[in-house]
T-cell receptor, first 116, second 112 residues
């Protein structure tokens, strides 16, 4: 069964500083991996996805993530954080190309606070 | 292109009642999934519909049900509401299997 671990519940960074949010997954086959962002009371916005190919993927709002199969990780990074990036970030794993299923398993989320 | 639309945005119901939530997917998308989000359990998958058929189901009691219409719009129903059903219910739309999911704004259900 799939599972996702986001070890950091809450991270605080200064505006302009770099950011890395950690995500580890468990899945027996080739996974699909996603990062979503959620502002308070809102739905989830897709930041980026990894299906196959280049292990460094670029997303919206200047975010990128790197898939490392050997470490079962898919960490999210941003070189310079803006105050508007303050939100909750969720890593998710999908069942991959062989399953035919479309359900996602989410981590517990990391809340990002940005201080001026 | 319009995004995923969920109605209503907010709902207050009494224990024992039933509720129906609606989701209109992105035009051309045939897969609709539903998720429950609570502070204690996080984001949990309820079920997925594709071309009017339930293709996948999460670990929720039978009080939670859904359906999908020929225009891909979906509804989920919760019967005999319990206090613990209070949550943000999110609908996600996908073009097909194994493609990215786009989420709506959610319906905030409060059971009193």
């Amino acid at each position: 069964a799939q599972s996702v671990t986001q070890p950091d519940i809450h991270i605080t960074v200064s505006e302009g500083a770099s950011l890395e949010l950690r995500c580890n997954y468990s899945y027996g086959a080739t996974p699909y991996l996603f990062w979503y962002v959620q502002s308070p009371g809102q739905g989830l916005q897709l930041l980026l996805k990894y299906f196959s190919g280049d292990t460094l993927v670029q997303g919206i709002k200047g975010f990128e993530a790197e898939f490392k199969r050997s470490q079962s990780s898919f960490n999210l990074r941003k070189p310079s954080v803006h105050w508007s990036d303050a939100a909750e970030y969720f890593c998710a794993v999908g069942a991959g190309p062989s399953s035919g299923a479309n359900n996602l398993f989410f981590g517990t989320g990391t809340r990002l606070t940005v201080i001026p | 292109k319009a995004g995923v639309t969920q109605t209503p945005r907010y709902l207050i119901k009494t224990r024992g009642q039933q509720v129906t939530l609606s989701c209109s997917p992105i035009s051309g998308h045939r897969s609709v999934s539903w998720y429950q989000q609570t502070p204690g359990q996080g984001l949990q998958f309820l079920f997925e519909y594709f071309s009017e058929t339930q293709r996948n189901k999460g670990n929720f009691p039978g009080r939670f049900s859904g359906r999908q219409f020929s225009n891909s719009r979906s509804e989920m129903n919760v019967s005999t509401l319990e206090l613990g059903d209070s949550a943000l219910y999110l609908c996600a739309s996908s073009f097909s299997a194994n493609t990215e999911a786009f989420f709506g704004q959610g319906t905030r259900l409060t059971v009193v």
